[in-house]
């Protein structure tokens, strides 16, 4: 199996910035793409930005310009930096990577979730 486990949410006030981190460990032989979607208060999760194994970037539109994604592939890590945020990125946010794992079995796993909230 391949675990994911994210850290860095908390309150943050609106302007403010705040920085996501994800760490995918397991039986891994390749991780394609990774990504962070988020789930706000009574709504369905949603794409906020993936990052392919080669490094470009995509983001939803909601994200474009205020946040960046990174990952580096020697430590199967993933970060969100998140700047200028608003009160409507207050979600749960989860790190997703889809991959190979060592028996070259196609997986696509989920972290636990974290939780963002800004407000003043």
């Known amino acids: 199996q391949v675990q994911l486990v994210e850290s860095g949410g908390g309150l943050v006030q609106p302007g403010g910035s705040l920085r996501l981190s994800c760490a995918a460990s397991g039986s891994i032989f390749s991780i394609n793409a990774m990504g962070w979607y988020r789930r706000p208060p009574g709504k369905q999760r949603e794409l906020v930005a993936l990052i392919s194994s080669g490094g470009s970037p995509n983001y939803a539109d909601s994200a474009k310009g205020r946040f960046t994604i990174s990952r580096d592939n020697a430590k199967n890590t993933v970060s969100l930096q998140m700047n200028s945020v608003k009160p409507e990125d207050t979600a749960v946010y989860y790190c997703?990577?889809?991959?190979?794992?060592?028996?070259?079995?196609?997986?696509?796993?989920w972290g636990q979730g974290t939780q963002v909230t800004v407000s003043s």
């Open positions: 997703n990577a889809v991959g190979y794992r060592d028996s070259a079995v196609a997986f696509e796993s």
